[in-house]
């Protein structure tokens, strides 16, 4: 409960009962009343449940707060669902489809027809709330637990994680539908950064390899045994970084990959990766050692690679990416990183010169 405007004066007077009367009924004191009905106070639920019952309104009816008017919105893609997270990037609204696992979350507002890459938006959050909001798009889990961990706390900004590739976050940070690109090639990140005014902060580092089942040890035991009969691959979509890595690899080993897989299993994430491989439905595939740890698989390094953060160098004077950054370099965070197999040595550090140079 926020708050903010409310109907308790409009009901008192409808019943005829002085904000006098109302209060020595609710228990409250007439100064405490005042303040519930001016909106410069938020109730106690048992608070609330008196008024209701004096006023003789459902707690609703008392204070819910007012509809906000439509939203008008850019979409990433014209194939939306109805519900989305919003939030303000640049100078205008985007809305980012709820799919997937994020279909647990609660949503931020409800499309109405879609006309190409524009909709109107129905809010179940107060906008000023969604302007806090900060989108971090890219496939590292990280960055999952670095928004859930700044969520949990108290300061500004609310951040959302919107897993994609790498190359997926690059194209939502250049399309305005991310404020943060996270990027596992240490090349491309340095590129973007000195490119186009752009900073770059590292994450951590993270091993790539090859997951299977431990009861599969013995006849999976590196990428040239993925060419025998019968074993099943899931792959990343093409352009993931684990989908070129395990491509190179094949290549090196002899491994068919796209003679012997003509529909294979395609995931969009390291975690979804490892699922197909802990639930039977896939015998391998690419991804990095904390989906391997989630799932209780086995790892077989293959590579060993940077993650980085990827934002305007403007946005680095915004309060909320400096809680964020705080954030990702607090002790918590990098103990909490580094028990999911990333290495922290490096969390937080900026490359200035991609900042100055951009």
Same mark, same amino acid.
């Given at each position: 409960?926020?708050?903010?405007?409310?109907?308790?004066?409009?009901?008192?007077?409808?019943?005829?009962?002085?904000?006098?009367?109302?209060?020595?009924?609710?228990?409250?004191?007439?100064?405490?009343?005042?303040?519930?009905?001016?909106?410069?106070?938020?109730?106690?639920?048992?608070?609330?449940?008196?008024?209701?019952?004096?006023?003789?309104?459902?707690?609703?009816?008392?204070?819910?707060?007012?509809?906000?008017?439509?939203?008008?919105?850019?979409?990433?893609?014209?194939?939306?669902?109805?519900?989305?997270?919003?939030?303000?990037?640049?100078?205008?609204?985007?809305?980012?489809?709820?799919?997937?696992?994020?279909?647990?979350?609660?949503?931020?507002?409800?499309?109405?027809?879609?006309?190409?890459?524009?909709?109107?938006?129905?809010?179940?959050?107060?906008?000023?709330?969604?302007?806090?909001?900060?989108?971090?798009?890219? *496939?590292?889990?990280?960055?999952?637990?670095? *928004?859930?961990?700044?969520?949990?706390?108290?300061?500004?900004?609310?951040?959302?994680?919107?897993? *994609?590739?790498?190359?997926?976050?690059?194209?939502?940070?250049?399309?305005?539908?991310?404020?943060? &690109?996270?990027?596992?090639?240490?090349?491309?990140?340095?590129?973007?950064?000195?490119?186009?005014?752009?900073?770059?902060?590292?994450?951590?580092?993270?091993?790539?390899?090859?997951?299977?089942?431990?009861?599969?040890?013995?006849?999976?035991?590196?990428?040239?045994?993925?060419?025998?009969?019968?074993?099943?691959?899931?792959?990343?979509?093409?352009?993931?970084?684990?989908?070129?890595?395990?491509?190179?690899?094949?290549?090196? &080993?002899?491994?068919?990959?796209?003679?012997?897989?003509?529909?294979?299993?395609?995931?969009?994430?390291?975690?979804?990766?490892?699922?197909?491989?802990?639930?039977?439905?896939?015998?391998?595939?690419?991804?990095?050692?904390?989906?391997?740890?989630?799932?209780?698989?086995?790892?077989?390094?293959?590579?060993?690679?940077?993650?980085?953060?990827?934002?305007?160098?403007?946005?680095?004077?915004?309060?909320?990416?400096?809680?964020?950054?705080?954030?990702?370099?607090?002790?918590?965070?990098?103990?909490?990183?580094?028990?999911?197999?990333?290495?922290?040595?490096?969390?937080?550090?900026?490359?200035?010169?991609?900042?100055?140079?951009?």
């Amino acid at each position: 409960m926020v708050a903010g405007a409310n109907r308790v004066r409009e009901l008192r007077e409808a019943r005829g009962l002085s904000q006098l009367e109302l209060a020595a009924r609710s228990r409250l004191s007439r100064q405490s009343l005042g303040a519930i009905e001016a909106g410069r106070a938020t109730p106690a639920v048992d608070v609330a449940l008196r008024l209701a019952a004096v006023l003789e309104a459902p707690v609703e009816a008392l204070f819910s707060a007012p509809e906000e008017p439509p939203l008008e919105v850019d979409l990433p893609s014209p194939r939306a669902g109805p519900r989305v997270t919003l939030a303000h990037i640049g100078d205008r609204w985007v809305a980012l489809p709820l799919s997937g696992d994020e279909a647990r979350q609660p949503a931020d507002g409800l499309l109405g027809p879609v006309r190409g890459r524009r909709a109107s938006a129905q809010l179940l959050r107060a906008r000023s709330e969604l302007r806090d909001t900060i989108v971090l798009a890219g *496939c590292a889990t990280g960055l999952s637990l670095l *928004c859930q961990r700044l969520n949990l706390g108290h300061g500004p900004g609310r951040f959302r994680w919107v897993p *994609c590739s790498s190359a997926a976050a690059l194209r939502a940070l250049s399309g305005g539908f991310a404020h943060v &690109a996270g990027v596992h090639d240490e090349v491309v990140a340095a590129a973007h950064g000195r490119s186009s005014g752009r900073a770059v902060v590292t994450l951590a580092r993270w091993e790539a390899g090859l997951l299977t089942r431990h009861a599969d040890a013995g006849r999976l035991g590196d990428v040239a045994a993925l060419a025998a009969p019968g074993v099943r691959l899931v792959l990343r979509e093409a352009g993931a970084g684990a989908r070129r890595l395990l491509e190179r690899h094949a290549r090196a &080993a002899g491994v068919p990959l796209t003679r012997r897989l003509p529909t294979p299993l395609v995931e969009s994430g390291h975690l979804e990766v490892a699922r197909a491989i802990a639930t039977g439905a896939a015998d391998a595939g690419v991804a990095t050692r904390d989906a391997a740890l989630a799932f209780g698989l086995r790892f077989v390094p293959l590579a060993e690679e940077r993650f980085d953060l990827v934002l305007p160098s403007a946005l680095l004077d915004d309060a909320r990416l400096a809680r964020l950054f705080e954030g990702l370099s607090s002790r918590a965070m990098r103990a909490d990183l580094a028990a999911l197999g990333y290495d922290v040595r490096e969390t937080g550090r900026r490359d200035e010169g991609a900042t100055r140079r951009g």
